[in-house]
T-cell receptor, first 112, second 113 residues
Framework: DTAVSQTPKYLVTQMGNDKSIKCEQNLGHDTMYWYKQDSKKFLKIMFSYNNKELIINETVPNRFSPKSPDKAHLNLHINSLELGDSAVYFC???????????FGQGTRLTVV | GNSVTQMEGPVTLSEEAFLTINCTYTATGYPSLFWYVQYPGEGLQLLLKATKADDKGSNKGFEATYRKETTSFHLEKGSVQVSDSAVYFCALSARGGYQKVTFGIGTKLQVIP
């Protein structure tokens, strides 16, 4: 069983569209994250949730809205997609703050 | 705030060469330290970790020692293989609370036969 799974793996869409990326973890972790990785491989945290509660919201355009229906799921919805949103988005989870994070395989978003 | 400074790549080595990737950190308190590896087209996976000063993390021939006095966690391997080609990330996370995992910029390693 995959520990952290996210779908879709690839997403190609036009500017202005709205899209969602889904993430599920079966590890029983309380904390989940969304990270954005740019073309230079730099990882930037976007959001952190703990038990469905938003803990960290870095400086991210409000076109990005996370949703956590339960502590095993953290979805990312993006409105009015822009070219600059093209990146790989990673979902991750961890048991608590000082333990290792488990990552999904990533979603490569391409906005054309 | 917390931060991780990692040497920039890319690093190109011949097979069986010795590898060092430098990493230093700034943090309040006593963070846990990690090295993650990202193979092409994949997500990050934990390579090794250390949770307190003088701990040595090791896995797959890689090692790193938590040095509180120099705030460092350098990654080393005595003899690299072509299959080690990947991007390596140094990271830290703080105890208590729900702080983020802070990553370095990543160092791309290419090992040539």
């Amino acid at each position: 069983d995959t520990a952290v799974s996210q779908t879709p793996k690839y997403l190609v869409t036009q500017m202005g569209n709205d899209k969602s990326i889904k993430c599920e973890q079966n590890l029983g972790h309380d904390t989940m994250y969304w990270y954005k990785q740019d073309s230079k491989k730099f990882l930037k945290i976007m959001f952190s949730y703990n038990n469905k509660e938003l803990i960290i919201n870095e400086t991210v355009p409000n076109r990005f809205s996370p949703k956590s229906p339960d502590k095993a799921h953290l979805n990312l919805h993006i409105n009015s997609l822009e070219l600059g949103d093209s990146a790989v988005y990673f979902c991750a989870s961890c048991r608590q703050a000082d333990t290792e994070a488990f990552f999904g395989q990533g979603t490569r978003l391409t906005v054309v | 705030g917390n931060s991780v400074t990692q040497m920039e790549g890319p690093v190109t080595l011949s097979e069986e060469a010795f590898l060092t990737i430098n990493c230093t950190y700034t943090a309040t308190g006593y963070p846990s330290l990690f090295w993650y590896v990202q193979y092409p087209g994949e997500g990050l996976q934990l390579l090794l970790k250390a949770t307190k000063a003088d701990d040595k993390g090791s896995n797959k021939g890689f090692e790193a020692t938590y040095r509180k006095e120099t705030t460092s966690f350098h990654l080393e391997k005595g003899s690299v293989q072509v299959s080690d080609s990947a991007v390596y990330f140094c990271a830290l996370s703080a105890r208590g609370g729900y702080q983020k995992v802070t990553f370095g910029i990543g160092t791309k390693l290419q090992v040539i036969p």
